[in-house]
């Protein structure tokens, strides 16, 4: 599934680089929202430190940066946000992960 999240940030299609980075972003939060609870059971069980899941988080910022850097030279973004800013706001939306969704 991340795959295809890095995959989005390439072939995301819009009328301007600030769309196409809002329409990547939406697919970014709505991947990271629904697979929020199994990284949290995961963690439960695994060490922390284990690279699968830094590596994960690193290919999916590493895709949406190029849209990032688009829209902030088409001024359509702040030049001093950096994606993992974007990441980190995006994280403040999500519910915590002690609420069962009903």
Do not use: Y
Not at 5 to 33: K, N, R, Y
Not at 68 to 87: F, G, K, P, S
Request: proline share 6%.
């Amino acid at each position: 599934m991340v795959n295809a999240v890095c995959e989005a940030a390439a072939t995301v299609d819009d009328e301007t680089p600030g769309a196409m980075l809002m329409a990547w972003l939406h697919q970014f939060f709505a991947f990271a929202s629904s697979k929020r609870h199994v990284a949290f059971e995961l963690l439960e069980h695994s060490d922390s430190s284990n690279p699968i899941f830094g590596q994960s988080r690193a290919r999916g910022l590493a895709a949406g940066q190029p849209l990032l850097v688009a829209a902030q030279h088409a001024h359509e973004v702040r030049a001093n946000l950096t994606i993992e800013h974007v990441e980190d706001m995006l994280d403040g939306l999500r519910p915590p992960t002690d609420v069962v969704p009903t």
